[in-house]
């Protein structure tokens, strides 16, 4: 079954106590993005990668790290974290493609999500 | 900078309505448009990918359309059920692949 799947699912932590979310896609995507929710601010984009070795910052980076040394994972990292952190995290892939010999879509897939909470 | 809005924010409809939520975006220079659905506190569900090329999607209850030229889309759902509550969320997709997201239209239909 092609997915993405986030783990740990639920996270509470302590401010500055360093913290890993992990993504992962089986879909062989090259493209790959972390994405967090807030409430009347919707989904802005952290990092996303467009291929292994390839990062690039999104509209929120700050505080955020991330690496792809292989194409299905794309680890999240908050070296210390912050309640202002206090989030719901999603992780998507994609690659872009056309259907029918079309124009070129950009179709992302999304994981389940992380609720993290800092205190 | 491509700015995707969502109207009306909150919506509530009594069962077997039919209803259409509105989607609208700044720049007309899109791969394609997408409509969400998201359950409180869950993760998205994709609903229909409409793309640059195409006029509507169709899937089961579901009709979404896009009108380019005027940066606009609709969701219309038909019949709608109590199960449809939820919030709808419209995303443009871009060169550069970053998606757009509106804040969602949260949907309220009562038995």
């Known amino acids: 079954e092609a997915q993405v799947t986030q783990n740990p699912r639920y996270l509470i932590t302590v401010t500055g106590k360093k913290l890993t979310v992990t993504c992962s896609q089986n879909?062989?995507?090259?493209?790959m993005s972390w994405y967090r929710q807030d409430p009347g601010l919707g989904l802005r984009q952290i990092y996303y990668s467009m291929n292994v070795e390839v990062t690039d910052k999104g509209d929120v980076p700050e505080g955020y790290k991330v690496s792809r040394k292989e194409k299905r994972n794309f680890p999240l990292i908050l070296e210390s974290p912050s309640p202002n952190q206090t989030s719901l995290y999603f992780c998507?892939?994609?690659?872009?493609?056309?259907?029918?010999?079309?124009?070129?879509?950009?179709?992302?897939?999304f994981g389940p999500g992380t609720r993290l909470t800092v205190t | 900078k491509q700015e995707v809005t969502q109207i009306p924010a909150a919506l509530s409809v009594p069962e077997g309505e039919n209803l259409v939520l509105n989607c609208s975006f700044t720049d007309s220079a899109i791969y394609n448009l997408q409509w969400f659905r998201q359950d409180p506190g869950k993760g998205l569900t994709s609903l229909l990918l409409i793309q640059s090329s195409q006029r509507e999607q169709t899937s089961g209850r579901l009709n979404a359309s896009l009108d380019k030229s005027s940066g606009r889309s609709t969701l219309y759902i038909a019949a709608s059920q109590p199960g449809d509550s939820a919030t709808y969320l419209c995303?443009?997709?871009?060169?550069?692949?970053?998606?757009?997201f509106g804040k969602g239209t949260t949907l309220s239909v009562s038995s």
């Open positions: 995303a443009v997709g871009e060169a550069g692949t970053a998606l757009i």
């Open positions: 998507a892939s994609s690659f872009l493609k056309g259907i029918g010999g079309t124009s070129p879509v950009n179709e992302q897939y």
């Open positions: 879909m062989n995507h090259e493209y």
